[in-house]
């Protein structure tokens, strides 16, 4: 099997060459136009010398470049790595090392960002400007080379060549990179076609970020069956109702916390989001009450993702008809399964297993472990974690726990990686706590998650201090803004007098802080 | 990618195991009986000491006997070959020996066929009873492997692996084995549900050959999403409507032939077809005016597949809104479009190249080439005639004439393999002129296609006897009968007086022939 990324734009390109492919801001393209632009970025990454295999980071706000980069990059060979703009300088250099980014693409926002990795990144020789105004003296521009780059004859690849790399935080502190393939993200978007049901007549809003997965599976899904991609910097709820308004959006991506933010507020006179047919969450389920005034005030059909980095990403789904049974109130046990995670798509094997691996029944709780075309080759760099999840008949261990209901539906119940989920990031907690490791008076410290009615879950730590010391809650959080993204530094950090509580065999008991916390934020 | 085809009842009985299943005549299984079915005939082949690799062939009526079929041999890497019934005995012994089958199921239709099959071919040394009534004793009854078998662990099966034989008419006059890996066909299920957009509340009624890929890859398909399927042994006009009415039928497949036996007469009283959502037909497409009055007279939406047994089969597809605009009339384009074969299905990459193997443009005709997961592994004992058609960069040549217009529409419009498309079968002339030159009296002989109303194409041939000869054109037809299926042979043999027309290179001209017998026709 052998399925090459770019048969999606191949085929929107002969089907519908005259159609408006893409929004953003004031520049529309059709698929001719975004065709053209592709096949000359694939030239131009020629000129720089760049062989299969060599990688091109694009660090960069919502925009056309991210659309270039998906469909340009991994087209002859070349792999795109994605990068989540939040994380800190630190963070991105270790991501550049680690993969050996050689061309990064930036744009106004992240151009100081991007000196800097030019200046501490040995593989890093080239910065590419997709920003607005002037491309700067040190840099080449996007502009240019989408618009000059000879066509070259398209090369054959392998379906089983990484196509991308995608950096997820790690158990063991380091990030790490998911590869994945040709044959992987073109599985996913085949079950993202089945499930979600887009056709050439759909227009698709990127306002989550189209470094994510959750939105990339629809920018090849869409681009596949010929769709609109409209395309905005970021999430802001005035600018994403405008946008569907004006762009008569008919799908659409949230998490959770965008969706709170969209209610929050009565919406602007003259909003008319009557285009909408869906909208996909993901991250975490939604409370009923909260889907039941998103889908009296939206007017569209809802479903939910449960998915994961390394599966492309999409592992199950809630459906349309799902939600609307849930909200409607009639039958108790489809209410109750808008807290799952909705059943395995049509390509995923779900399997739920005890410690001794073997498959355990309806309503047992064990580890999720999945199976299909989508999921990764593994960890870049990383064999020995990466054998220790891929099983050699092709499962993968996800390290979530959960259940499987008697009729199919998944239940996420814990997470055996020791993991947060804060306004649909995935936080580690290992990466958190060494982060305040380094920090000279911290002696002991445990990261751990609260629930948080805007995030989902909200990051706290406990931290013991040496005795001495007299650093605060706020220094501790400043320290770890140096090292980590800012949506991984902890809400509030708890200064405790005593040692932190441990097990018998010394191991910091999280359940007991997570406890103690909540009666305290309640 | 290593997809497996048990992935697809594995899932259907995990979400969906108290649902009906199966209905076959009186007989009604839910998921969960379907499965065990499954189970203990895959463990049943393992009884017989067949090994991955082995072949299972299966000759009989629609039943139920197909589907456990199609869900169970290719489980634990056994093979499927579903054996046309309407070939001649001598086209089954090939066809059985080609392949080495093991196994055969039969029905009472078919058990005096498999009496003498079991006699003449070397590797067939078990006959299952799956029809009606007592089991002979020369057979082991399907209904008792069916229910006593021991659930084995399911091995696994590398996806690449060869999970069905599938024979098509072969140009050089042998019939061809077409091997369909487990990729291929769970590639080819995730087209169709793209494309088809099955649920698990669809119910699918078998009622063309499920011998045939047409019909399987509905099979598949709708397995995977745990949709109901009813079985009917055949197609009858008043049989599928009471079957429609009474089972609530909301999919169905049909050839244009069973098209127009449904529209000759009034419906029966009480027929209710309120249920159906969609009906599609391939092999060839339909006139307006029929399907106008199709779309009256059933009302549901239409749709159309082109597609071959090397493609798995789906290539393209006429989607239900290409059948609302072109039969509306509203639009002289889309009403034209409806003579085409639609567009590629997401997945299937079309080509359309020239005598030098360059891509043409839109407009230009030339062989149709076609890529994708769902492409065949190869014809089995057939490496040359493989090369022949099978690039290296995974492209398939079709043989088959046609263009695509300015929308990505292809339109078929000559076979470069000389071929007759009747009642939705391949009639490949090569092998009906074989099986005329095998009558002494034959001194030269061309079969080529005349337009049909009731099917399609209708096979002709032109006969020049040797000069003494008094064999008559009936007695010729008998001949043939003899040596290939009923519907390979000519629905008319011209006798001629003169030697058959040439041109210069001494090759016969059947354009001619056409144009002659056209007329007379008329």
Known sequence: MNENISAALNRAVALFGDREAMVDGATRWDYRELDARVRAFDAALDGFGLAPGDVVGVLAANSKAHLVGWLAVPRSGRVLNELNTRLSLAELEFIL?????????????YLDTGRELLRSSPDLD???YAGSGECPSDCISFEVLTTTGESPRQ???????????????????RPKGVMLTHNNLMANAKHALICLGYTDRDTYLHAGPMFHLADGASTVALTWVGGKHVIVPGFDPEGWLATVSAERVTRAMLVPTMINMLLAKPFPAGTDTSSLVSILYGASPMPQSVLQTAMDTL???????YGMTEGAPIISFMTYDDHRRGVSGDDPEAS?????????????????RGADDTVLGAGEAGEIVVRGSNIMKGYLNRPEETSAVLTEDGWYRTGDMGYLDAGGYLFVVDRLKDMI?????????TEVENALYRHSDVLEVAVFGLPDPQWGEAVHAAVRLR?????????????????????KVP????????????????????????????RVDA
Chains 1, 2 share one sequence.
């Open 299 to 305: 007017g569209c059909d809802w479903c939910q993702v």
């Open 336 to 352: 109750a399964r808008l807290r799952s995670a909705g059943r395995p798509v049509v390509g995923v094997e779900v399997e739920v």
């Open 126 to 128: 080239t910065l590419i």
């Open 491 to 518: 809400r509030a950090v708890h200064i405790l007098d005593d040692a932190l509580p441990k097990s018998g065999a010394g191991k910091i008991l999280k359940r007991n802080l997570r406890e103690q916390f909540a």
């Open 421 to 429: 989920i804060s306004g649909g990031e995935n936080v580690y907690c």
């Open 467 to 487: 005795p001495t010391s007299r650093t605060s809650a706020d220094e501790l959080r400043m320290h770890a803004r140096e090292l980590i993204a800012g949506y």
């Open 155 to 173: 090369v054959s690849v392998d379906g089983d060549a990484t196509a991308g790399i995608f950096y997820t935080g790690g158990t063991t502190g």
């Open 97 to 109: 090392d680690d993969s050996a980014v050689r061309v990064l693409v930036v744009d106004e926002n």
